[in-house]
């Protein structure tokens, strides 16, 4: 290492080390006491001053970033510091000093090259971005991305400029509203990155390239996309027609997705806008937007959401070591046994997969194979991958292999006594060691548990349908689960991709519970006089995925009467079923997948049914105003979440409001169905549940919990996060 | 033999077999072997991880898979940490594959071996001639206009003339004959008539008819490649099988003074199959209870052109390995490429044959047809010719089972010349 120039080399406490070699200055980036590389103010102004000594040093000729961290460039900004943002000045300043660090690297008059490996994220994708070369590792660990909208908030470090004319208009708008992150294979392609290496050669290469650029001087014309003018994307990119037309059809895409819930696409195509017009002060624009962006309350509900998720890693901790899992055997290869086949070959999990009917298995097998298929198709996986994980799958009619297992998951018919006998049957077919978790949406796991000669071992692992797509696993630790069973299923469900949260074992469990009333109330609504199409509009409009009757049809009007009637049962009067799941299964219509339910489908459209409607209640048509009825709907789903952790069915608010938005999409921009609460007040929540039960009876008398967090004037959540952060 | 007698075999499945061209032609013979490991490891409870080694016969040796016994180990949840080898010794592979991991095992280098054979024939390849190796490699050499122009004009059209891999490797390299030309030499030498061998091929089918429900319990059914149909069964075996028929059908391989057709030839067919081999202290370790032990075994040497009297020539030797004589033995699967092939054997085995300038052989002993082949053979089954040795040893052991015998022989004839034998026992 070159020695030469005391003042350029540091080895600091800080989070850059700069060493220059026959004049080129190696930068890397390393926070200390940090698992990943983030931009914190502080990391921001060692930036600023050792890129003003790169400036001033003679010696220097050019410059190679790179970072210390094992599998991470620059994860992106601080969200720390994001949520201590509490003024839209403060925002603005912020994201003013960044873009200034950035333009001093971009104006530095020494090529600089990114070495990138690992995530590189936000800020980090915008500071490479204002490097004047991009070099990446072709290894998986390698992600690029502006995923600030995930957060509620627009790139603010002269990302929705830069990125424009690196890859093109169409490309920057897809990358920055969406905030899909790109693989190293997809950077190169796309010209966001300018070529690739492999990981061991990446800091070499970057150093040669850093040599050659500053030999040749001709580094100054970054790359830039050019298309040609009489090409498509050419004509859209480089004239003021095409910009206009390609703005407004992506500003019309976002309104059409969002639904006009969520602000920050909207703001990041204004941002985007801003640096298209010449002359414009677009910087200042990215920053006014970035500011305003944060103070917003979608913005600050999302960030809290990301702050459960980042939580929700830590469930199970303070559980014993799991098993380690080689193999797994699945009983009943119906679509959930089938789907959650599908799910652990993918993940690399061999899986003995047992049905009584050899048709089921084969239709698992087609099933798996159809998703897999896709995933190539998708290029996630290779053929030779794909080869490798069908081959995960074997299926039996018998219980032969399930000696091998080191999990058992039960997925046979909903119905306790079938599913007690088949536990009886794996019981006594596995190792004594093995897990069992039964599959079960509604049925007592602890009676189920009581069926077996060992009742500790069994756990509930509650998968949502379709399995590949919903990420929430309900691990139902029942009265005699062991500790090291639960937490084999949590582990389990992590290695399938998805997201545990532990409830305990009562009716309906955690998420079915707190849905009960969305469905229940609304057919009771409906009843009494209102229409089925605007319940499920207003629903939606309230940023609900599905209304109330379009889920009933999804789930099937069979499976949502069977469970209304089981949590009247457990439950008691205040979840008494309205009539209508009943009596839509009585007439034999069952949902979407009989094409007629309280909809009717044709060609898998939706279309309303009012003649029969009209023959399903006996009151006229009434029109409440929409807040009556969302508070009857919501009002009943947060008393019911209250009682929820009240009774300890769930360790806290923060894994109940994740598990609303990642089992029945609750909408995230609301941060959750408490963080709702919160927002509204829980004292007006209880107000207006005092009223409700007044006029309409004891069901909506809100609960303990609910009562003593108005009188106290407390809440679910604490007000500022940043708070519980701090550990 | 005492240090022989100490490999159990454990457990042992096959595929169905299934003739080339029809249910299988999609699935690989990576794929078959495949799922025959996987279900032996899965029905024998054996967990992959106690494994130690994989060695797969194979014959066809697909390009996508140079080392198949090591795809089909790593596919079938063998550690990678764990080798695995392929070996070939044409018909014999799914045998020299058992004995290869017997010497593994008794040498102490492996205590837990999966070996097996497997063969996809349909999936043997068409290729090219030789010459487009040559034509493709100047084009890629062409730098210049002038040298590309020159390379083109070479071209020829009979550079695209296929030449089917298969049926090259059925002709004897060595003798230059088709292997069915190698069985109407048999016939020709010991006067094996057309109809003796049309009445042996009938009863192939009539035992293997017969055996359906006994066979099946070898079998382990494979999801068809489109997923819509598990393959349960052999589909050789014909259960209307008429002599009639068979008579009426024209030789295939001598046309005008043939005796050898189709119908007394085995089929071109697809399958694999596998067993579980421990030391037998390792298995009593795991609690299992062998089918069988391997007691002895040998290969021979022939003339390419007699290669079917292979199990005449290596049976003396295995049972001299084995120390036992042809009386003791009970039960034997001798593999059925061709009737006159097998007929041919049994008259070597009964009256012995002549040098002649050929290498003579002392009669050990007839053998009655109700101890030979007693559920059929490849004539109905089929011969996917990997898998075949594999096949023979499975069905030996668990028809010994059944019928509480001790000793039985496991034999088949090997294109090229040779013949190999193994000798099993129970106790």
């Known amino acids: 290492m070159g020695t030469l120039e005391t003042s350029v080399n540091r080895e600091t406490q800080g989070a850059l080390r700069v060493a220059v070699e026959e004049g080129i200055a190696r930068v890397e980036i390393d926070l200390p006491a940090s698992k990943v590389n983030k931009l914190t103010t502080a990391l921001m102004t060692e930036l600023e001053a050792v890129v003003d000594m790169l400036a001033g040093s003679q010696e220097v000729q050019a410059v190679v970033l790179t970072s210390g961290k094992p599998d991470t460039f620059i994860a992106g900004a601080d969200i720390d510091e994001i949520e201590l943002l509490d003024d839209v000045d403060a925002a603005r300043e912020k994201s003013r000093f960044g873009q200034r660090v950035f333009e001093k690297i971009e104006h530095l008059g020494k090529p600089v090259v990114a070495a990138i490996h690992g995530a590189c994220l936000g800020g980090g994708c915008e500071l490479v971005l204002a490097c004047h070369y991009r070099l990446a590792s072709n290894d998986a660990a390698t992600r690029i991305g502006l995923p600030e909208v995930k957060l509620g908030i627009v790139p603010g470090f002269g990302g929705t400029q830069r990125l424009p004319r690196v890859v093109g208009l169409q490309a920057a708008l897809d990358l920055i509203l969406t905030g899909r992150l790109l693989d190293a294979r997809r950077a190169v392609r796309l010209g966001l990155v300018d070529a690739l290496t492999y990981r061991g050669l990446l800091v070499e290469e970057a150093t040669r390239t850093a040599r050659r650029l500053a030999d040749s001087g001709r580094w100054q014309y970054a790359r830039r996309a050019r298309k040609s003018l009489l090409s498509l994307p050419g004509f859209l990119d480089r004239t003021a027609l095409g910009r206009a037309l390609v703005l407004r059809g992506a500003r019309n895409r976002v309104r059409a997705q969002t639904r006009g819930h969520y602000p920050a696409p909207l703001a990041a195509i204004d941002a985007v806008r801003a640096g298209l017009r010449r002359g414009g002060r677009a910087y200042e624009r990215e920053a006014d937007l970035l500011a305003q962006m944060a103070m917003t309350p979608e913005s600050h509900n999302l960030v809290r959401l990301f702050r459960f998720t980042e939580n929700n890693k830590r469930t199970g901790n303070d559980l014993p070591e799991p098993r380690a899992i080689r193999q797994m055997a699945i009983v009943g290869a119906g679509v959930m046994g089938g789907g959650i086949a599908q799910l652990a070959a993918y993940h690399d999990i061999r899986v003995r997969l047992k049905d009584i009917a050899a048709e089921q298995l084969l239709l698992a097998l087609r099933t798996a194979d159809g998703l897999m298929r896709k995933a190539v198709k998708r290029r996630r996986l290779d053929a030779a991958g794909f080869e490798n994980r069908m081959a995960h799958i074997s299926t039996t009619l018998d219980y032969s292999g399930f000696a091998l297992a080191d999990v058992v998951v039960e997925a046979v018919v909903e119905k306790m006594e079938i599913k007690k006998s088949v536990l009886q049957e794996v019981e006594s077919h596995v190792r004594p060691g093995c897990i069992l978790a039964t599959n079960t949406s509604a049925l007592s796991v602890t009676e189920m548990a009581q069926a077996l000669r060992d009742p500790g071992r069994l756990v509930g692992m509650h998968f949502f349908n379709p399995v590949h797509r919903m990420p929430l696993v309900e691990v139902v630790r029942s009265e005699h689960s062991r500790p090291e069973a639960v937490s084999t299923v949590v582990a389990l469900a992590r290695r399938l991709g998805k997201t545990p949260v532990i409830v305990r074992d009562a009716p309906g469990f955690l998420v079915n519970r707190i849905l009960a009333p969305f469905l229940n109330e609304s057919s009771l609504l409906f009843e009494e006089g209102e229409g089925i199409e605007r319940l499920d509009a207003i629903m939606r409009r309230f940023g609900m995925p599905m209304g109330p009757f379009e889920l009933i049809d999804e789930v099937g009007t069979d499976v949502a009467h069977k469970v209304g009637v089981t949590l009247h049962e457990g439950l008691g009067e205040r979840m008494k079923p309205a009539g209508l799941a009943g009596k839509l299964v009585e007439a034999g219509r069952l949902g979407r997948k009989g094409n007629v339910g309280v909809y009717r489908y044709v060609d898998r459209r939706r279309r309303p049914d009012r003649a029969h409607w009209n023959t399903l209640r006996h009151a006229g048509s009434t029109r409440y105003a929409s807040d009556v009825l969302l508070d009857r709907v919501l009002g009943l789903m947060i008393n019911e979440a209250a009682r929820c952790l009240e009774e300890g069915i769930v360790s806290d608010a923060r894994e109940l409001d994740l598990a609303l938005v990642f089992g029945i999409g609750f909408p995230p921009f609301r941060g959750g169905l408490l963080r709702y609460a919160d927002e509204r007040g829980v004292g007006e929540i209880v107000a207006r549940l005092h009223e409700l039960e007044r006029e309409l009876g004891p069901r909506f008398a809100p609960c303990e919990m609910l009562l003593r967090l108005a009188a106290d004037a407390a809440r679910f959540h604490p007000d500022r996060p940043s708070a519980e952060a701090v550990e | ?427």
């Open chain 2, 1 to 427: 033999m005492a240090t022989a007698s100490e490999i159990a075999v454990v457990a042992g499945y096959r595929t169905p077999f299934v003739r080339a061209g029809t249910a299988f032609r999609r699935l690989s013979a990576v794929q078959l072997g495949q799922f025959v490991t996987t279900e032996l490891l899965q029905r024998s409870g054996c967990d992959p991880h106690l494994v130690d080694e994989v060695i797969f016969g194979n014959i066809g040796q697909p390009a996508e898979a140079t080392n198949i016994a090591r795809v089909i180990a790593l596919r079938s949840g063998v550690p990678a940490e764990r080798p695995a080898y392929t070996v070939q010794r044409n018909c014999a592979s799914g045998m020299q594959a058992i004995t290869s991991a017997a010497e593994r095992i008794l040498s102490r280098r492996a205590h837990v071996v999966v070996a097996g054979g497997t063969e996809s024939m349909s999936q043997i390849p068409v290729l090219y001639p030789l010459a487009v190796n040559e034509w493709l490699g100047s084009w890629l050499r062409a730098r210049t206009l002038a040298q590309r122009l020159r390379v083109l004009g070479g071209f020829r059209l009979g550079l695209l003339k296929p030449r089917f891999a298969l049926e090259i490797g059925l002709t004897d390299a060595y003798a230059g004959i088709n292997m069915g030309k190698t069985a109407e030499v048999l016939a020709r030498e010991f006067g094996i008539r057309r109809e003796e061998q049309d009445t042996y091929a009938y009863e192939s089918h009539r035992r293997a008819v017969a055996a359906r429900e006994k066979l099946s319990e070898e079998i382990v059914p494979v999801p068809a490649a489109n997923l819509r149909e598990r393959i349960e069964e052999d589909n050789g075996p014909r259960a209307d099988i008429a002599l009639e028929r068979l008579a009426r059908m024209r030789p295939y391989f001598e046309r005008r003074w043939g005796t050898v057709t189709i119908g007394n030839s085995c089929p071109i067919t697809d399958g694999a199959g596998a067993v579980l081999l421990m030391h037998r202290e390792r298995a009593r370790e795991l609690g299992y209870e062998p089918l069988g032990y391997l007691r002895g075994w040998a290969y021979a040497g022939l003339e390419p052109q007699r290669m079917g009297l292979g199990p005449a020539y290596a049976t003396p030797a295995a049972l001299q390995h084995a120390k036992v004589r042809m009386a003791e033995i009970e039960l034997i699967e001798l593999n059925e490429a061709f009737a006159a092939q097998v007929l041919a054997n049994l008259r070597v085995f009964e009256r012995g044959v002549k040098g002649n300038g050929k290498t003579g052989l002392a009669p050990i002993g007839p053998i009655d047809r109700e101890r030979l082949n007693v559920n059929g053979g490849a004539i109905a089954l089929g011969h996917p010719v990997g898998a075949s040795g594999t096949r023979l040893v499975v069905t030996l052991l668990r028809e010994m089972q059944r019928r509480d015998q001790s000793l039985g022989l496991a034999t088949l004839c090997v294109g090229g010349g040779q013949g190999a034998a193994l000798v099993f026992e129970r106790n």
